[in-house]
Every structure is written in structure tokens, then in C-alpha cells.
């Protein structure tokens, strides 16, 4: 299926408005998402079903950006083997390397994509279970973009699972924590952190595979953690999620057990964040209650009476479960709510292009309000 943004009178002003926000519709709820790396391959998303049974769908989409159409191309849409609870392009932005697509689910899996774009073929099934044939569920995964052969996996079984994809073996496989671990995040080459249904933030180096350092544990306990965001601009900072929650905490990981700045301008449970691939000081958050926020974190070591405000907040037709932006197009953040996907300019000239959208159910139409914010020429205190 095919979709566009929405249509508008010729004119500067309106061109400039219809290219800052596409939709593209599926024919199933999207769950899993991300953005292509590759230089030359900008636009490119992969998307994936949703489904309660064991035959789901991916497809990889495209934006045309001199009509404003995103399209799916058939010969790159798939059968997978039940939802993928995560998706990734790999991290090669010079594009020196094979075109690869990785999926979590019941098993880690390794997808190239055809040097003509004629076909996406299985490259491995990796399954870190050495004692049987099956393994515990994958909730999520990285891949390192320091060491692009390396890939972190995050499981139910409570291991954390570290493969070597060239080899296709395990280089390291860890009991990480007490419980499920929900999710995984690269810190550098050898340095690894997860978050899990205990309720802690771990952080692992490879270096010393014996021992982990507690960064954050839920005030209440077994209160579980269920995303995971490490800063790639300010390795110093990471954020998470706690299951139900409308907040995110900000942590840093020199000072340890306590937040640094809890964000609580949601509604509803966060399901998402994301931090800026160019930007120290800025992070991406959505959840249940239809909003995307962009944050400004330069200040928060200041405290500010009341909490933190967002600098951008866009609502979305229903309820954004997957939220990504674009680390080879940093001006670009991706949303997926129910069976849309939404790609958002979000910078324009070096200043925010705060957008502030309300769909109506019954009319396709969306309302767009723009306001223009100058970007923070300041980051997070050094």
C-alpha cells in the first residue's frame, strides 16, 4: 500500500508544510520498525506485523520524496516466523559492507537484501541455546556500530547473549540479571547495559565478564524496567522506561542509583525513546497517550520549578508503540501507531520545527500547526 502526505494548494509556504510529515499505511498493526543506515538508500525503513499467530509480515517501504509517496516494493516483503519484537538495519552508513536487516523473535536472524534489491534472502538462524533445538524468546537486541559484527541479544530466559555474525557464533553469553531482560543497548565496543523485571539497569564490559555495575534500580520493588536508551553523543547518559509509567528516567551513570531528571509530561505509559544521533542534549519520547515529546536536556542539571517541559509535542492518530529517528538523516524521527507509519522532519536550517498534529477519526485530513524553536546552541554540562 501506498500513501502520501497530505494534499495542499501549490505555493512556497504549503510545499514546505506537506514535506515535513508522510504517512504510510499497512495492512496489519505495525509493532517492530527502524531506520536504513546507508547513505545511499535514504528514506528506506523497514516495518513489521504485529499478528497473534505464527505467519507474520516485513516489509521494507520507501520514501519517494518528489511526490511524497512511501511504497511498499513486494519483491522486498516477507514471511517471518511470528512478530519480530525488534528490527535493525545494519550500521554502515559508507555502505561498505553487505546489505543486511536483522529481526528478534524466537530466534536472532540475519536478512541480506539482494545487491539488485530483487529479493531478501535468510542469511543465519542463530540460536544461543547450545543444549536444544529451541531458545527463550527474544525481547530485543543491538548491533555495535563501533564493531558491526557484533550483536547483543536480550532474552526471557534472564541471559543477555553477545554473537559474533561474521562467525555466526556466540562470543559471550551472560546471566545478566534476576529476571527477564526486556531490552539491550550498546555503550561502546566491549560495553553493553540491559534492563530487566527486576528492576535494575546493568551495565557489562566484556573485558570482565564476572561482574556487572548497578546503575538504577526501580524505587519500588520488582517494578520492571522495559526499555533501555544509552546517549551515542554523551555515552555518559542513558534513559529508561519503567513498565506502566508515564515518566522517563535520565540517568547518569557517574552517579549511580539516582535520576538525574525524571521527564513527566505523558499522559499515559511510555512505550519509546529515542536520543538524538547528532545531538548530546535532546531525546525522543512517545507512549499511550498519542504524543510524541522532544526534550531539551541542556538545563536539566538546574532544577526547574514544576519539571521539565518538552520543546516539541506531536499527537498521533492512536496509541505510538515504536519510535526511531534516523541516524543518517538526524533531521528525521519515525513513529508507528496501530497500522501507520510516520516519518516527521523534525529540524529545518538548524532550528526545531515543532509540529503539532490532531487527526480526526472520521476525517483524513491532519491539522498542522507549525512553530519554530532555535535549536540549543548548548549541550549537557561536561
Known amino acids: 500500500m501506498a500513501a502520501s502526505s497530505d494534499p495542499n494548494p501549490e505555493g512556497s509556504d504549503e510545499q514546505q508544510k506537506r514535506s515535513e510529515i508522510y504517512t504510510y499505511e499497512a495492512p496489519w498493526h505495525i509493532y517492530a520498525m527502524n531506520w536504513s543506515v546507508r547513505r545511499d538508500k535514504k528514506y528506506r525503513l523497514a516495518i513489521a506485523s504485529l499478528l497473534e499467530h505464527y505467519n507474520n509480515r516485513l516489509e521494507i517501504v520507501q520514501l519517494d520524496d518528489s511526490n511524497g509517496e512511501i511504497r511498499s ?39 541480506r537484501i539482494s545487491d539488485d534489491h530483487s529479493r531478501v534472502d535468510l542469511k543465519s538462524l542463530l540460536n544461543g541455546n547450545k543444549n536444544s533445538e529451541f531458545c527463550g524468546p527474544l525481547t530485543s537486541f543491538d548491533w555495535n556500530e563501533a564493531e558491526p559484527k557484533r550483536i547483543g541479544t536480550s532474552s526471557i530466559d534472564t541471559t543477555c547473549t553477545i554473537w559474533d555474525i561474521e562467525k555466526e557464533t556466540v562470543d559471550t553469553q551472560l546471566i545478566a540479571h534476576d529476571k527477564e531482560v526486556y531490552d ?20 557489562f564490559d566484556l573485558r570482565d565478564k564476572e561482574h556487572s555495575t548497578i546503575i538504577y534500580e526501580s524505587s519500588e520493588p520488582d517494578t520492571p524496567l522495559v526499555r533501555l536508551g544509552w546517549n551515542k553523543q554523551d555515552p555518559r547518559y542513558m534513559a529508561t522506561i519503567i513498565m506502566d509509567s508515564a515518566k522517563v528516567v535520565v540517568l547518569d551513570i557517574r552517579f549511580p542509583t539516582l535520576p538525574v531528571v525524571e521527564l513527566q509530561r505523558h499522559q499515559a505509559s511510555v512505550n519509546a525513546i529515542a536520543w538524538a544521533p547528532h545531538s548530546s542534549c535532546h531525546i525522543c519520547t512517545a507512549g499511550d497517550d498519542s504524543q510524541a515529546l522532544i526534550w531539551d536536556l541542556s538545563s536539566m542539571s538546574q ?15 492512536a496509541e505510538i508503540e515504536q519510535l526511531q529517528w534516523s541516524s543518517s538523516q538526524p533531521d528525521w524521527v519515525a513513529i508507528a501507531f496501530s497500522t501507520k507509519l510516520q516519518i516527521l522532519r523534525i529540524y529545518r536550517n538548524n532550528k526545531i520545527v515543532a509540529v503539532v498534529v490532531s ?24
Open 73 to 111: 516494493d513486494p519483491s522486498l516483503s516477507f514471511d517471518h516466523p511470528y512478530p519480530p519484537t525488534k528490527t535493525i538495519f545494519i550500521p554502515d552508513k559508507e555502505c561498505q559492507k553487505p546489505d543486511l536487516l536483522a529481526t528478534s523473535s524466537d530466534f536472532l536472524r540475519i536478512w
Open 303 to 317: 532544577p526547574v520549578e514544576g519539571g521539565l517541559d518538552p520543546i516539541l509535542a506531536y499527537t498521533a492518530g
Open 359 to 382: 487527526e480526526l477519526t472520521k476525517n483524513p485530513k491532519t491539522v498542522l500547526v507549525f512553530l519554530l524553536f532555535r535549536l540549543s546552541s548548548t549541550c549537557l554540562d561536561s
Open 184 to 203: 539491550i543497548a550498546w555503550g561502546g565496543v566491549g560495553v553493553f547495559a540491559s534492563v530487566s523485571a527486576d528492576g535494575s539497569v546493568r551495565v
